[in-house]
């Protein structure tokens, strides 16, 4: 079997990229006294890692999941990378309003696998 026919691979490769993207979209919040320009240009460099996995995860993935699939994927996935995050980085736990929306979503991705018959 060929590895980028794998189910897994797209899986994998877009929680890696949500890593760099969650640090390039909020890492730069514990650095306020930065210059903006600064945390922009840091936040570029990381995002281009973030699409160096990114795009060839939704490639590859668009080989075993529907656009639609991939795309309620890819929320799920930022979810939860923020989630860890934000436990890690900030140190703040979710509330259990937060718990219950990730829980819908979670409910919503139910759906989007269903079959379609």
């Known amino acids: 079997m060929n590895l980028t026919e794998s189910r897994w691979l797209p899986v994998v490769l877009l929680t890696c990229s949500n890593i760099f993207m969650t640090f390039a979209w909020y890492g730069h919040l514990k650095f306020k006294g930065k210059p903006l320009l600064l945390v922009i240009l840091a936040s570029w460099g990381i995002a281009f890692f973030e699409y160096l996995l990114q795009v060839p995860a939704n490639r590859w993935g668009s080989n075993t999941y529907s656009a639609y699939q991939l795309n309620i994927i890819q929320e799920v996935i930022t979810l939860a990378v923020f989630v860890v995050f934000a436990l890690l980085y900030f140190g703040v736990k979710p509330a259990w309003n937060h718990v219950a929306a990730f829980m819908c979503i ?11 018959s």
């Open 106 to 116: 979670l409910a919503a991705v139910a759906f989007a696998f269903l079959p379609k």
